[in-house]
């Protein structure tokens, strides 16, 4: 069980880093795209753009697994529920 427990959250953690590192590649790729256009960044614009693409290691933190998003996993849309849809037909 502790096995399967341990991969479940092995996974979750490769998703949300996998993420991350895209959204930094992004945030990266726009910054070179407008110097290399000869834009000027002012300086509080990269600094904005730094911190984005900084990981929060404080929110990382403290972000905890559920027993049971291990073992059944997170759901990350909400699906809108059977008795919300029959409610909303005529």
């Known amino acids: ?3 399967s427990v341990h991969l479940v ?3 979750h953690s490769m ?3 996998k993420g991350r590192v895209t959204g930094q590649i ?3 790729e726009d910054v070179v795209t407008q110097l290399r256009l000869g834009e000027h960044l002012s300086r509080e ?3 904005r753009l730094k911190k984005l693409a900084m990981p929060s ?3 990382e933190e403290n972000e905890e697994i559920t027993w049971k998003e291990a073992l ?3 759901k990350d849309i909400k699906m809108p529920s059977r008795t919300d849809d029959d409610s909303a037909k005529p």
Do not use: A, P, T, V
Request: positive net charge.
């Open 1 to 3: 069980m502790s096995l």
């Open 9 to 11: 959250y092995q996974k």
């Open 15 to 17: 998703r949300q880093e």
């Open 57 to 59: 290691l404080e929110k």
């Open 26 to 28: 992004s945030i990266l």
């Open 45 to 47: 614009e990269l600094q």
């Open 72 to 74: 059944l996993g997170k």
